[in-house]
């Protein structure tokens, strides 16, 4: 049998036209039946936002990313949390940069590989060509686009769903 683990869909953005197909693409990736509490995300016009916590078998997070991948206008996130044999995740889309993972330790902090780093370290030999190649490692990018609507979020319901078998 494979571990459980759990994470949280954070939809930082979607058109109300977008919400319902959404919750049908999370559904099927959970295996049951999804309804999410939308509220208003006030970092941008005639938008909202959800967040959603799940429990599932390890790899969920992946999947759920790539059901709501490259899909326009929304923005989002997917954890998954480190669970036994297993680093956990991160997930993070935005229109106009697509989808960013990075590995994540028991606390959440991104984990950058030593590849990674020494492909930095590789990349051009001043510092603003490493500040960019680790900028890029932690998904910097992602971070900043992502800021303001994650900020409109604090206090928002959240909502639990697991997966059946």
């Known amino acids: 049998?494979?571990?459980?683990?759990?994470?949280?869909?954070?939809?930082?953005?979607a058109t109300r036209a977008m919400c319902p197909h959404i919750?049908?693409?999370?559904?099927?990736?959970?295996?049951?039946?999804?309804?999410?509490?939308?509220?208003?995300?006030?970092?941008g016009v005639?938008?909202?936002?959800?967040?959603?916590?799940?429990?599932?078998?390890?790899?969920?997070?992946?999947?759920?990313?790539?059901?709501?991948?490259?899909?326009e206008h929304v923005r989002y996130e997917v954890t998954e949390d480190a669970s036994f044999g297993c680093d956990g995740g991160r997930w993070s889309h935005t229109p106009g940069l697509g989808i960013f993972h990075a590995v994540t330790d028991v606390a959440g902090n991104i984990?950058?590989?030593?590849?990674?780093i020494r492909a930095a370290l590789d990349s051009g030999g001043n510092a603003a060509d490493l500040k960019r190649a680790l900028d890029l490692a932690l998904?910097?990018?992602?971070?900043e686009e992502l800021e303001p609507f994650r900020y409109a979020g604090h206090g928002a319901p959240v909502r639990w769903l697991h997966r059946v078998g």
């Open 111 to 116: 984990v950058v590989p030593e590849d990674r």
């Open 46 to 71: 005639n938008l909202l936002r959800c967040e959603v916590s799940w429990q599932g078998v390890q790899g969920t997070g992946a999947r759920l990313a790539s059901a709501l991948r490259g899909w």
């Open 23 to 43: 919750e049908w693409a999370a559904g099927n990736v959970l295996g049951s039946r999804a309804t999410f509490d939308w509220t208003e995300q006030p970092a």
């Open 139 to 143: 998904g910097t990018a992602w971070d």
């Open 1 to 13: 049998m494979a571990a459980i683990t759990r994470g949280v869909l954070f939809v930082h953005s």
